[in-house]
């Protein structure tokens, strides 16, 4: 790392870093007020493409973590905007909740389930077998197949939940079509969401808590990585990928003196 120039942008995810089942992890709010007082370009990042960047700020707000709307960046509208330099103004099938298809209305989507141009699948509370049915239909009659991340749980108080990931093998199983995942670990939405910030790689570095995703997308995206210790990647874990992070930390509280 001494090689590498001064941090000037932050990148960071959220579950696991910032937050841990709906409670903010000790360290997140001092980091954020931090980042805030230097005046450098940060955002935070989900790969859940559910809730809106309204609907994170207020969430986030509720828990005292208070980021600005404009420094929430999700999957959904990563995905949005993969779609919209593709083809604008086209049209798709949606299977996700507000989070995309307010990001998908506001490029000029027209969503429909005749004929559309992409079949598109995100994280939702309710999988219904009779959309999914629909999706592999419109997939095998031509619809190109599209898919905000490869997460394939998701965490809640009661355990693991099926996500994207897995409802999208299921998809595949089904029409023998792969979707193109815009989330992590794919580097394009982190590409993109720097360039939303005017940053550059070289100088920004990305903070998560998992090896396969946040570190590695960080890592393809030319950013240094932070790990942390308080989420999905545990200490006995990080040497079994072929890659590694720039450094491991036990904490958000452990980065705050970076900045």
């Known amino acids: 790392m001494a090689d590498r120039k001064p941090i000037e942008s932050w990148l960071t995810d959220m579950d696991g870093v910032l937050i841990h089942e709906g ?7 001092d980091f954020l007020k ?17 809730y809106t960047q309204r609907d994170l700020h207020a969430r986030l707000a509720r828990m005292g973590l208070h980021v600005p709307i404009e420094n929430i960046w999700t999957s959904a509208l990563a995905t949005a905007q993969f779609l919209d330099d593709q083809r604008p103004n086209g049209t798709a099938y949606v299977i996700g909740e507000a989070g995309l298809t307010t990001a998908l209305h506001a490029i000029g989507y027209v969503l429909t389930d005749t004929e559309p141009d992409f079949v598109i699948l995100g994280e939702t509370r309710t999988y219904s077998f009779e959309a999914m049915t629909k999706a592999v239909r419109l997939i095998n009659n031509g619809a190109r197949f599209i898919a905000t991340n490869p997460d394939e749980t998701g965490p809640s108080t009661e355990g693991a939940l099926p996500a994207t990931g897995a409802v999208a093998a299921l998809i595949t199983a089904a029409t023998g079509k792969k979707p193109y995942f815009v989330g992590k670990p794919n ?17 920004s570095a990305m903070i998560g808590d998992r090896m396969d995703t946040d570190v590695l997308a960080g890592l393809e995206a030319g950013m240094q990585t932070f790990l942390v210790m308080t989420g999905v990647t545990q200490p006995g874990e990080v040497d079994r990928f072929p890659y590694g992070p720039s450094k491991v930390v036990n904490s958000i509280a452990d980065l705050i003196d970076y900045v």
């Open 187 to 203: 580097p394009l939405m982190m590409r993109a969401g720097l360039n939303a910030i005017g940053a550059h790689s070289e100088t």
């Open 34 to 50: 931090r980042l805030k007082e230097s005046g450098k370009p940060f955002l935070v990042l989900t790969n859940n493409s559910i």
């Open 23 to 29: 409670v903010p992890i000790p360290g997140a709010e």
